[in-house]
């Protein structure tokens, strides 16, 4: 059974840090990326990272978020900083295994608010 389990979310001040974790079991995975949702939003990706380390991130998150993972634990890590109100959303894991296969996790609150 793959399982993604997310942590970290929260309440956070405008120009605070989050750090959110995401712990995948179950399968071998290629990529992996975190995916976030806005009230009144579409889904959309924040940053993606594959097996060998390669990244890409949303336009609107460059510089203030990193993401990373740790493939003997199968644990994936978004750091945030310098959050922003507009980074309010619920914030998804995602990993893709080596057959192919989509994975979701339950989502994680995140809320940047004064």
């Known amino acids: 059974q793959v399982q993604l389990v997310e942590s970290g979310g929260g309440l956070v001040q405008p120009g605070g840090s989050l750090r959110l974790s995401c712990a995948a079991s179950?399968?071998?995975?290629?990529?992996m990326g975190w995916y976030r949702q806005g009230p009144g939003k579409e889904r959309e990706l924040v940053a993606i990272i594959t097996s060998g380390g390669n990244t890409n991130y949303a336009d609107s998150v460059k510089g203030r978020f990193t993401i990373s993972r740790d493939n003997a634990k199968n644990t994936m890590l978004l750091q945030m900083n310098t959050l922003k109100p507009e980074d309010t959303a619920v914030y998804y894991c995602?990993?893709?295994?080596?057959?192919?296969?989509?994975?979701w996790g339950q989502g994680t609150q995140v809320t940047v608010s004064s």
């Open positions: 995602h990993a893709q295994t080596i057959l192919i296969q989509d994975y």
């Open positions: 179950g399968s071998i995975f290629r990529h």
